[in-house]
């Protein structure tokens, strides 16, 4: 099933992070930190499926040969001590995409939001061939030019980014699913604004159809969203036995979705909605019954007040 999952972080030194160590981490590979003289050493992990960086075309060949080149190029530049080296972030891949097709999805969105705005884009592949496949993406935060990096791009910081390219993103990964053939969706809103939105377009749309489908979306949506185990934490059993739990909620409401459209689709509209008020509110009243019974008790006020 194809999730959203597309988190934004900033690598601080304040933190006592550096962007040496991370790049290593995440490309599974060796890098000595220059400025430290820190070695970190990733090389013996075997579950890095590709790696590759992108820049724009004013980036010196030196600085872009390597992830070692690379941040330790960044980690030169930036003086202040408790500094600020990187954005990075981490993608769900959706599984039904192909291989090939996993990487370009990721490339071309990087390339589109970041490399083209000026910044460089350190991108590692995971597991594109199990049951998690995602990307590790590191981004610089200063513009590169053929004179190296410039001072930082502050409008790059704007809280509004995110939700552009979490959009962005979206958009992108639906286009490449639907070219593969398959029904599935990402959607980057939470699963709260996806569950009313269903619910008030339902009230509204007179089409038999696409009163069915957004019915059984409201569905779908009317659960807790799944938490983000962290990968230190995946092997508890606790843990494990909470993501099946969740898991087993999100089956079940796929099911009910299914019974919901199932039903609804077979509603004759033509006899129901005339323009008899009563009719109408009669409707209404048989659409907000049944939405209240489908959705779970922490969605019941709200499924109330659209009628």
Not at 80 to 103: H, M, N, S, W
Not at 107 to 117: R, S
Request: hydrophobic share 35%.
């Amino acid at each position: 099933m194809a999730i959203f999952h597309l988190e934004f972080k900033i690598v601080k030194r304040s933190e006592g992070m550096y962007s040496c160590r991370k790049a290593a981490y995440h490309a599974r590979c060796r890098i000595t930190n220059d400025g430290t003289g820190n070695t970190y050493d990733f090389s013996h992990r075997t579950d890095l499926c590709h790696h590759q960086i992108l820049a724009p075309v004013s980036a010196p060949s030196h600085i872009i040969e390597s992830s070692t080149a690379l941040w330790n190029e960044v980690e030169r530049v930036e003086r202040q001590k408790d500094g600020q080296t990187a954005r990075y972030f981490d993608v769900a891949i959706p599984c039904e995409l192909p291989y090939d097709d996993k990487i370009k999805l990721v490339v071309e969105y990087c390339q589109k939001n970041f490399a083209d705005e000026g910044m460089i884009a350190d991108i590692a592949f995971h597991d594109l061939t199990g049951g998690n496949p995602h990307a590790h993406v590191m981004l610089t935060l200063k513009p590169i030019t053929a004179d190296g990096f410039g001072k930082k791009e502050r409008n790059w910081n704007d809280k509004k980014n995110v939700i552009l390219w979490h959009e962005a993103w979206s958009t992108l990964a639906n286009d490449y699913l639907e070219a593969a053939g398959t029904e599935e969706r990402i959607d980057h809103r939470s699963i709260d604004t996806q569950h009313t939105e269903a619910l008030e377009n339902a009230v509204i749309t007179l089409d038999v159809e696409e009163k069915a489908l957004l019915l059984a979306k409201a569905t779908l949506t009317s659960r807790p969203a799944m938490q983000r185990v962290h990968r230190a934490k995946w092997n508890s059993k606790s843990v494990q036995q909470k993501r099946a739990a969740e898991q087993a909620v999100r089956d079940e409401m796929k099911q009910e979705a299914q019974a919901t459209y199932n039903t609804f689709k077979e509603l004759d509209l033509q006899t129901l909605l005339t323009s008899e008020v009563s009719q109408c509110r009669s409707f209404l009243n048989l659409l907000k019954s049944y939405c209240l019974k489908q959705v779970r008790s922490r969605h019941h006020q709200k499924a109330k007040n659209l009628f």
